[in-house]
């Protein structure tokens, strides 16, 4: 599918749309202030985001009609849920046509990647979306390098339950090899994003951290992706995670010694 034109998305507010970055400081009663930019910036019609900075302020990006900006602006300038912030700082920037106005930095549920020996070998990589895990086969498994493309392809929902489940199968066995929590991200609200088959996430795992893209290449009864790391601090240039790290993060074996374990009792009866 060929990528569409960055700014033909923020269409939605219209050929005049401006796009911000406010940087609002530090001190503010942060409970409930990201939701209170969030709501407001909704009901002015703006799209973007709004995520807490390091040093406990936030960080907007807002995109829409001008005088909705300016409303924005005024807003956190009077303190964003009566919060009484001390100081915004407004940057013009480009148009990045989101669609959404999202909160960032915040937990959209677990993710796990096992590793399963079945008739053949290969990584599970799971994201927890509106209560099911939606699930993608990873012949080589994910990698940390941002050069590197994995093959991801699309298997149908696990449960939820199925998540911490580790030892040997009907016909070999499988290991948690990686879990956490992870962020959704991207200028489309999930599952929308899943659904046009561009999908930005950060991971907050053991052994996975930073941000990932999947990008759809190809559709149909078993839709193939492909999974990236995207280029931040986490990124391992010329990394091999899976062979550095090979470990269950549950019991610290290999996926090998957890099917020797598990055979261990029935070879002594
Ligand atoms: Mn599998």
Redesign the pocket.
């Known amino acids: 599918m060929p990528p569409r034109p960055r700014v033909a998305r923020g269409a939605r507010a219209g050929a005049e749309a401006r796009a911000v970055r406010a940087t609002v400081a530090a001190p503010l009663q942060l409970d409930g202030a990201r939701e209170g930019v969030q709501h407001e910036a909704r009901a002015l019609g703006l799209s973007g985001w709004v995520r807490s900075a390091d040093d406990g302020g936030l960080i907007v990006h807002a995109e829409g009609r001008p005088n909705a900006i300016d409303a924005l602006i005024a807003f956190l300038t009077a303190g964003p849920a009566g919060a009484g912030g001390s100081g915004v700082e407004i940057e013009e920037v480009p148009l990045e046509g989101h669609e959404q106005f999202a909160l960032r930095g915040v937990s959209a549920g677990v993710f796990v990647v ?1 590793e ?1 020996a ?1 008739s053949t070998h ?1 990584f ?1 990589m799971r994201l927890e979306v509106a209560g099911v895990m939606r699930s993608w ?1 990873l012949p080589k498994g994910p990698s940390l390098d941002p050069a590197i493309k994995r093959l991801a392809v699309e ?1 149908p929902d696990h449960s939820i339950e199925q998540n911490e489940v580790e030892g040997p199968t009907g016909t070999g066995g ?1 290991a948690l090899w990686d879990r956490g929590l992870y962020e959704q991200g991207g200028r489309v609200a999930w599952p929308e994003a899943l659904r046009r088959g561009h999908a930005v996430f950060v991971l907050h795992g053991e052994k996975l951290r930073g941000g990932f893209a999947l990008q759809r290449t190809r559709a149909g009864a078993k839709p193939q992706w492909l999974l990236v790391k995207r280029r931040d601090e986490q990124a391992r240039p010329a990394s091999d995670v899976v062979a550095e790290q090979p470990a269950s993060v549950l019991s610290g074996r290999t996926l090998e010694q957890v099917l020797v374990a598990a055979r261990a009792p029935a070879n002594g009866c």
């Open positions: 096992k399963h079945a290969h599970d086969a298997v499988v």
